[in-house]
């Protein structure tokens, strides 16, 4: 098997292929979000009926994401009618089931550029363990803040989850999210006490409450 890069386009083509046929294929296409930057779009994804299920679509998105996270893309989305394909590759559902397209799924890429989505009117400091099964650039613990003007999350990685038992310093998170919840609390589908487990009891309402406050700058 080997994987190919094409520009069509505005598109991005992604296919895999055996002897220079064409197995499997998808799209990648730019689109306008809700703050008028752009974000992608996952498209036309097919694989041949015979070769479903040996590999060649988890090569391609393994290279989507790779180049996604090369540009510091935040997330890519698509719509499909058959998300339990998706899901295993860490999509999840980005828009409520009333909503005239439900089955819209999304996945983070790069958690940094993701971050600066949200925003603040009040001062916001929180220690974050993010975890990610399937991209470990993805996983550490960021210090995340807002300043005190409101304004952009920013988020600087301080520790890798390898660094504990190392003799290393160890760092505890005051929370700690998957990405598949991280995008959801995002796009409104859960709260942050569904969505973080806060490593504090007595902090909960607290932290809670400091990231239920946070705007997600971006639709689709």
Do not use: W
Not at 34 to 40: K, V
Not at 76 to 100: Q, S
Not at 181 to 195: P, R, S, T, V, Y
Request: one cysteine or more.
């Amino acid at each position: 098997m080997e994987t190919e890069l094409r520009v069509e386009g505005r598109n991005l083509v992604f296919a895999a292929k055996e002897k220079d046929q064409v197995i499997s294929t998808l799209s990648v296409s730019p689109d306008i979000g809700g703050d008028g930057t752009t974000i992608y779009q996952i498209k036309n994804a097919f694989t041949k009926g015979l070769y479903r299920r040996r590999g060649y679509m988890d090569a391609i998105l393994k290279d989507v994401f790779a180049c996604m996270q090369s540009e510091q893309e935040a997330f890519v989305f698509l719509g499909t009618r058959e998300p339990i394909v998706f899901k295993k590759y860490g999509f999840v559902d980005i828009v409520k089931l009333e909503d005239p397209f439900p089955n819209t799924l999304g996945r983070i890429v790069d958690v940094k550029s993701f971050l600066r989505y949200f925003e603040s009117e009040k001062e916001f400091v929180l220690s974050l363990q993010i975890t990610d099964d399937m991209l470990p650039e993805n996983e550490g613990i960021f210090m995340v803040h807002c300043g005190p003007e409101g304004g952009r999350l920013n988020s600087m990685k301080i520790a890798v989850p390898e660094t504990n038992g190392t003799g290393c310093e160890a760092i505890a998170a005051e929370a700690k999210v998957d990405v598949a919840d991280l995008i959801q609390f995002g796009f409104g589908l859960k709260n942050a006490k569904e969505a973080f487990k806060i490593a504090v009891p007595i902090k909960k309402d607290e932290i809670c409450s400091a990231l239920d406050n946070l705007k997600f700058k971006q639709s689709v």
